[in-house]
């Protein structure tokens, strides 16, 4: 067995008095890749905050127990689950610089290393893109060049995939494979889906109610192949029939960002009431597609919405019909504590099913009993799902959710879907749900868009390439 380069022992830990690890003690060996999972909440993610040194300095309280580094503490980089709360600069080689440059790498190296790592993540292309204006797997990819870019012996990567379509997802493993044979590069990645990882021979650390179980080699392999044959499951929709009522409809569109056609849509139609799926690589203007519906962005043609051009229509009004889901769920919050973002959602909100069910759904989502916590001190998926709840209990005629299942575990999303399906029973929206989560959802969604070659086309059996 190699000589672990992390020990973590005894380890306690808690936030505002609610304690998150318990007693937890674990190792990491030298050069190996560990897949850290297990529901919301668990402490996974809090874990590697604690290794990168940012906790308890920046939150929480360490009760009991120490993380040793048995042969000294090596450079350690980090990626978060939101990738923007790593970003100063305007564009990724101004982001790579600046955090090359305060890592006092000499100037003369700094220009290879940056190249070398936009190479590395196959974002050549981005390198000099306002990164506000890249989507969020585009985001994730340069957030990973930026830790690559420090040449880290150890790379803590917090849900790295969870907006990412899949074959950046197999593209991105193949490049870790490269870091852990090659340069020896130990690596813990926070996942709960644990599918596409099997070329890393990870072993898998189960994490439960803030303690923690180390699989051998074989039982690791087997929960992975598992998530593999799971993850290859076709998603079953139909298409929508042509006598549906439909909520928008759109003739002639056009977008674009600067010279570069993202879609182009001679004629779609969005059927009012049902829940509509979204896919389609990163990039390709999924995201987009949901600012010009928001009217946040300019396009040519036409987008009614039950049959006028929603240019004609005053904001205040249209904004009372039609709400967004922002992919990052910290974007979504207005107030300090998980009580004071409820109490909003209730006083603005119309749906009737949480005028009497809102306690049966914080159960359902695992809230219950967070009530004084800062929303920030959530996990990202206890986080993601009170951003969806609050969101649901608006009770819009329409709803836009982009990215609403990343990071969430299995379970969650099962709870996630369950919610949604209790409330739409209660009170018929029109859902758009952009996702490269696909598990499961075949039993939520009613019809299935597919975006490439620049077209929204509807979908029935589909596997991801």
């Not at 020990?7 to 030298?30: G, I, N, R, W």
């Not at 305060?102 to 292309?125: M, S, W």
């Not at 749906?351 to 009497?356: A, N």
């Amino acid at each position: 067995m190699a000589n672990n380069i992390i020990d973590v022992q005894q380890l306690s830990f808690a936030y505002d008095h609610q304690e998150v690890l318990k007693a937890l003690t674990t190792s990491f060996p030298a050069g190996s890749v560990a897949l850290l999972t297990g529901p919301s909440g668990c402490g996974k993610s809090t874990l590697l905050r604690l290794i990168a040194g940012l906790l308890p300095k920046y939150g929480g309280h360490l009760t009991n127990g120490r993380i040793n580094f048995p042969a000294g503490k090596p450079t350690i980089g980090m990626l978060f689950q939101d990738p923007l709360m790593q970003s100063a600069l305007d564009t990724p080689r101004h982001e790579l610089e600046f955090v090359l440059e305060n890592e006092r790498v000499p100037h003369e190296q700094i220009a290879a290393r940056v190249t070398a790592a936009l190479h590395f993540c196959k974002i050549t292309d981005l390198a000099d893109r306002q990164l506000t204006t890249l989507s969020g797997g585009q985001q994730q990819r340069v957030a990973l060049a930026v830790t690559i870019a420090r040449q880290a012996k150890v790379l803590l990567l917090d849900e790295p995939f969870a907006s990412i379509d899949e074959e950046s997802r197999h593209f991105l493993i193949g490049q870790l494979q490269q870091l852990v044979v090659n340069q020896g590069i130990t690596i813990l990645i926070a996942d709960h889906d644990c599918h596409g990882y099997q070329k890393l021979h990870p072993l898998v650390y189960q994490f439960q109610a803030g303690r923690v179980t180390r699989h051998s080699p074989a039982a690791s392999a087997q929960l992975l192949i598992a998530a593999d044959e799971r993850a290859r499951q076709p998603l079953r929709t139909a298409r929508p029939g042509a006598e549906l009522p439909t909520t928008f409809q759109l003739t002639a569109v056009r977008l674009k960002r600067g010279s570069h056609e993202l879609l182009n849509l001679p004629k779609l139609a969005l059927f009012r009431d049902k829940i509509t799926l979204i896919t389609g690589a990163n990039g390709s203007g999924k995201s987009t597609f949901f600012r010009a519906l928001t009217k946040l962005v300019p396009y040519q043609g036409q987008i009614a919405y039950t049959g006028q051009e929603i240019r004609q229509i005053k904001n205040r009004q249209y904004r009372a019909d039609v709400g967004l889901v922002f992919q990052h769920a910290d974007d979504q919050f207005i107030n300090v504590t998980v009580a004071e973002e409820l109490a909003l959602s209730k006083r603005n909100g119309h749906h009737p099913y949480f005028q009497t069910h809102l306690p049966t759904a914080l159960q359902l989502l695992g809230l219950a009993g967070l009530d004084e916590r800062v929303v920030y001190s959530l996990s990202g998926g206890q986080r993601k799902k009170l951003q969806l709840l609050l969101m649901l209990m608006m009770g819009q005629p329409v709803l836009l959710m982009d990215e609403p299942f990343a990071g969430l575990d299995r379970q969650s999303l099962l709870n996630v879907c369950q919610l949604i399906k209790a409330a739409q029973a209660a009170k018929p929206q029109s859902i758009l749900i952009i996702s490269h989560q696909l598990t499961a959802l075949d039993q939520l969604i009613d019809f299935h868009l597919h975006l490439s070659g620049h077209r929204l086309n509807y979908e029935e059996d589909y596997h991801e390439p």
